[in-house]
């Protein structure tokens, strides 16, 4: 491993000791979206696999939103990969951008998201779905939460959903994003380009952009606010 590889494999070793996110016999729907983040967890799930006497089994999932995307790279990489590929066709672009035509489409655009990749996980007989969220997206959660609802609420490691007797398992939530970027650009991922109309025009862009501003000030605080979100919140 290099040394960056040993940093992501630390970090998510780190939370699965901690949360019990996989586990033996484990039947891991990854959601893979193409973006870096996606890909990162693939590769840890990997280093999981090849590293730990875990013994568990993953595929990857991608819902395609039916916006053109061109996922050919990505499917090459995972074939070479020997890591099973499901790619889903839906029409949630349209309903999302057209048909709707929502103001703030990323809550509708995510609900949907998650619901075909759970109804695919279940058809393939997994127990667990991994998502790709990490550290800076914990704390930008936090913060928005916070900031436009007037509470503290974010996402947990590891959340059992009754609605379709998963368990979604977050393994990079103590990764920064620094480090997903470097690894992507080293491992020269298939990084697949995010066509989505919001992107960067969103209550979440503006509270990303100031968690870096913040961070470059006072290096470390991303990872503070975690730890604050760890004590108050994922260990009540």
């Not at 790619?87 to 999302?96: C, S």
């Not at 035509?101 to 997994?126: D, I, T």
Request: proline content about 4%.
């Amino acid at each position: 491993m290099s040394k960056l590889e040993k940093k992501l494999f630390r970090k998510v070793k780190r939370a699965n000791l901690k949360y019990q996110l996989i586990t033996d016999h484990d039947r891991i729907a990854v959601g893979l979206s193409g973006g870096k983040d996606s890909l990162v967890l693939l590769h840890a799930l990997q280093l999981l696999k090849e590293y730990t006497p875990l013994q568990f089994e993953f595929i990857a999932i991608t819902i395609d939103l039916g916006m053109g995307i061109d996922y050919s790279s990505m499917a090459e990489y995972c074939s070479r990969q020997n890591i099973p590929l499901v790619i889903e066709p839906t029409n949630i672009g349209r309903v999302v951008f057209q048909e709707r035509q929502e103001k703030n489409p990323c809550s509708l655009c995510a609900n949907l998201r998650h619901g075909a990749l759970h109804r695919v996980a279940q058809k393939n007989n997994c127990n667990k779905v991994a998502l790709a969220h990490h550290l800076d997206d914990a704390v930008t959660t936090m913060l928005m939460s916070m900031a436009f609802e007037g509470q503290l609420r974010a996402f947990l490691p590891s959340a059992y959903l009754d609605r379709s007797n998963l368990t979604a398992i977050r393994p990079l939530i103590y990764v920064s994003e620094k480090t997903i970027y470097s690894l992507s650009c080293r491992l020269a991922l298939p990084v697949t380009a995010n066509p989505c109309p919001a992107a960067g025009q969103t209550k979440r862009a503006v509270v990303q952009s100031w968690l870096e501003t913040l961070e470059d000030a006072y290096p470390g605080v991303k990872r503070r606010f975690l730890t604050s979100l760890e004590k108050i919140y994922w260990n009540q």
